[in-house]
């Protein structure tokens, strides 16, 4: 079992950054493959990025692709979300899942652990 409690969040203009934090409790990080999903008003939630603990495999989706960057602190078993050069359709709850290893999973429905999500607002 793991609990997963994502924070950094907030209102940024367009342009600006935010780094996202999903903080592992119960198991360490090193134990799943760890993702990122976003969920907008209206919208199915979709991927983001995905990887596994040492971030020697990682997966963005092609929206975000060359603005986000997945990290770790193996101190904290934390993982961040770096997300640069921000656009208005970012705007969404971000989650943070836990998943098993073996792959990079894509699809939500191969994570078992969730975590309470954290808005994230780009004004234009």
């Known amino acids: 079992q793991v609990q997963l409690v994502e924070s950094g969040g907030g209102f940024v203009q367009a342009g600006g950054s935010l780094r996202l934090s999903c903080a592992a409790s119960?198991?360490?990080?090193?134990?799943?493959?760890v993702g990122w999903f976003r969920q907008a008003p209206g919208k199915e939630r979709e991927f983001v990025a995905a990887?596994?603990?040492?971030?020697?495999?990682?997966n963005y989706a092609d929206s975000v692709k060359g603005r986000f960057t997945m990290s770790r602190d193996n101190a904290k078993n934390t993982k961040y979300l770096q997300m640069n050069s921000l656009k208005p359709e970012d705007t969404a709850v971000y989650y943070c899942?836990?998943?098993?290893?073996?792959?990079?999973?894509?699809?939500?429905?191969?994570?078992?652990?969730w975590g309470q999500g954290t808005q994230v607002t780009v004004s234009s």
């Open positions: 990887s596994n603990w040492s971030g020697s495999d990682t």
């Open positions: 899942a836990a998943g098993p290893r073996g792959g990079i999973w894509r699809s939500d429905g191969a994570y078992d652990y």
């Open positions: 119960g198991r360490t990080f090193s134990s799943y493959v």
